[in-house]
Every structure is written in structure tokens, then in C-alpha cells.
């Protein structure tokens, strides 16, 4: 019962940063971008690995999109799997606080967060 076997294309594994390794300039460019800060919040709100890519109701394309998440796992602070035909995502909130404490908390306590 392989969800290789149904799909007829199957993409490659999503590369991760690992959050030591990431520097704090490149956590900040990756937080600087506004779609970016929605999904942020968006996955805070949400149960780890319960957000598929395609849930998120953002303003841009799909190949944008793609781009954003390829963002925010270079800065440590996104993790994707693939879950059948869906690929699903994680908020690396603990590992990112230990990079970088305090920063994650500044970014969701910001106004017109819920």
C-alpha cells in the first residue's frame, strides 16, 4: 500500500536547514516578507503537520508559494513531508527558539495576530 505506487509522479524530499546552522540574518530575511509572516502565523495556529501547502490563503501563485516555504525551511523554521498526494507542514517553533530566543515570540505577538 505505497503512496508511491498511487500517485504517478513522485517530487523529491523537501531539504531542511538546521536551525544551528542558520544565521541570524537569514532568519530575519526570511521574516521580513509579509506572506511569509502569514504563514508563520498561520502553522503557529495550527497542529503540526495538520497544514497542507495548498490550505493556506495567501496572495500569491503557486510557484511563489513554493519559493515562500523553500524560504522558510532554509531559515530553519519550516519542516514539510509528504503525506500522500499532499505535502504537509510543520512550524519548527522549539528548534527555532533555541537558534534564536525570543524572536519567533516577537513575531507572533505582533497586532492583528489572533
Do not use: Y
Not at 2 to 10: C, D, I, L, M, R
Amino acid at each position: 500500500m505505497s503512496n508511491q505506487a498511487a500517485g504517478g509522479s513522485h517530487r523529491a524530499a523537501p531539504v531542511h536547514a538546521d536551525p544551528d546552522e542558520v544565521s541570524v540574518l537569514t532568519a530575519l530575511s526570511a521574516l521580513a516578507d509579509p506572506v511569509r509572516i502569514q504563514l508563520i502565523r498561520e502553522l503557529a495556529g495550527s497542529a503540526d503537520w495538520t497544514r497542507s501547502c495548498g490550505s493556506f490563503d495567501v496572495p500569491v501563485g503557486k510557484a511563489a508559494l513554493s519559493h515562500h516555504f523553500s524560504v522558510l525551511r532554509g531559515a530553519g523554521l519550516l519542516e514539510q513531508r509528504d503525506q500522500g498526494p499532499k505535502r504537509v507542514n510543520r512550524l519548527r517553533r522549539e528548534e527555532f527558539e533555541a537558534r534564536f530566543p525570543g524572536l519567533l515570540g516577537l513575531l507572533l505577538r505582533s497586532d492583528g495576530a489572533e
